[in-house]
Every structure is written in C-alpha cells, then in structure tokens.
C-alpha cells in the first residue's frame, strides 16, 4: 500500500514532470515560425467564431468592433509573419521534382506551386492593405483564394493516393498491428477507420486539409457557411497542423 506520503511525492513529481513538458511544448513552437503561424492561426479563426456569436447575440457595437480589429490584428501578423515564404516554397520544387513516384511528384509539385502562388497574391494584399503598392484586390484575392484551393486540392488527391496504396497493402498483407498510441478506441470497425488508425500520419493530414478545403471554398462562393463555420473549420484544421509541429512523426512524408 502506498503511504500519503509517498502519493504526495508521486503527485508533485507528475505535476512538475507534466510543467516541464508543457513548457518544452511551449519552446519548440515559440522557437519556429511554423509553429509561430499555426499557433497565431488557431486563435485568428477562434476569434471569427467568438465574432460570429457576437453578431448572432447582437452585441453592442463597440465590443464586436474590439474584437474584429483583434482578429484582424492577428490576419495582418501571420501575413508579415510569412513575408517571402513563397519563394521558399517555390525552392521546394527541386526537391519534389526528383521524387521517384509519379503521383507524388505531380500533386506535390503543382501543390507547392499553387501554394507559393497564394502566398505571393497573400503578400501583393498585404502590401497593398499597408499602402506601400496599389493593386487591384479585388482580383488578386480572387487569385489568392484560387491558388490557395489549388494547393490543398493537390494535398487531398495525394492523401487519397496514400489511402489506396495502404489499402493495397491491407489487401495483401492484412491489417498492420495498431500503434501504441491509437486515434480510435479499440473497435470493429470498418477497414477504412481502421486503416486510418494504422496510420495516424494520413488521418491528420486528411482531416486537415478537408477542413482547410472549406476555408477558400466558402470564400469563393462555392458553398454556403457562415462565418462561425467558417471559424470552426478553420480551428480544426489549424489544431492539426498545430498537433503536427508538436509531434513531427504526424508529418507525412514525403512532403
């Protein structure tokens, strides 16, 4: 039997032990941009949800005011936070362009264009917002909003092509044995959940970028949300990219 003594030492070492991986956490995303982004992001489409309660709620109109210049605080330092980022993704190019499998090298490739296309329209706004350039917005948004559902079109043709080649090899080999860290509680579930199980990298990257597909979606028009949808799938998908810079083996690879 353990003493209250003994419990008590337990206890504080595990709180101690649970501060310092929290802090640690802390560090690794303060200490990249990535995680910088992702973490600005999550709190950015959070605020468009509190915004949209607030309008449902109407609230008086200084308070949505505060909170909207908030939000849009947020927006206007996660764009200076990824100036130039689109010739870093550009560069990527050379490595995606040598990969020996076809259907990576093609939705990999045009992804990362599509991608350093957006961040460039992204840039062009920004600038233009901060009156350093004058711009048609209108159409560079346009041109944004394109790009952006481009690219994570090419990331969802890629996720899907991962999923056929792992139910390939369900098919041929039988279901791998289930990591230690499991998505899904133990169940008899379908192949495809339990595949996703199998693989928690694809089901990260899946469920993300079908959120994400919602976000250019709705802002060209394509299906009707609301902006607290809106809001919603954009803390989903931005809660997973960041659960990825915390744990990196949720990265699919190549990438």
């Known amino acids: 039997m353990i003493s209250n003594r003994n419990f008590e030492t337990y206890r504080d070492q595990k709180v101690y032990a649970n501060l310092i991986g929290t802090m640690d956490t802390w560090v690794k995303l303060n200490a990249s941009s990535a995680g910088k982004d992702k973490l600005i992001r999550v709190l950015q489409y959070t605020l468009k949800v509190v915004n949209h309660y607030h309008q449902q709620r109407q609230t008086n109109a200084g308070t949505l005011q505060s909170w909207k210049q908030l939000e849009g605080s947020l927006s206007s330092f996660r764009k200076l936070l990824r100036m130039g980022k689109s010739v870093e993704v550009l560069r990527g190019t050379s490595r995606t362009i040598r990969l020996s499998d076809p259907v990576y090298r093609v939705t990999l490739t045009i992804g990362r264009i599509a ?87 694809l089901a990260v990257d899946f469920v993300k970028n079908a959120f994400d597909l919602m976000l250019p979606l709705a802002a060209l028009g394509h299906v009707p949300l609301s902006s607290g949808a809106v809001g919603v799938c954009g803390v989903v998908s931005s809660a997973l990219a960041l659960w990825t810079v915390v744990d990196p083996s949720l990265t699919l690879r190549p990438s």
């Open 115 to 201: 991608q350093s296309m957006f961040l460039f329209a992204d840039h062009l706004l920004w600038l233009s917002r901060a009156g350093v350039i004058s711009i048609d917005v209108k159409k560079w948004e346009q041109i944004f909003y394109r790009c952006w559902l481009y690219s994570i079109t090419m990331n969802l043709c890629r996720d899907v092509y991962d999923l056929w080649r792992a139910a390939e090899l369900y098919a041929e080999h039988g279901m791998p044995p289930a990591p230690r860290r499991r998505l899904l509680p133990e169940l008899r579930a379908r192949p495809l959940a339990l595949i996703l199980d199998r693989h928690r990298d």
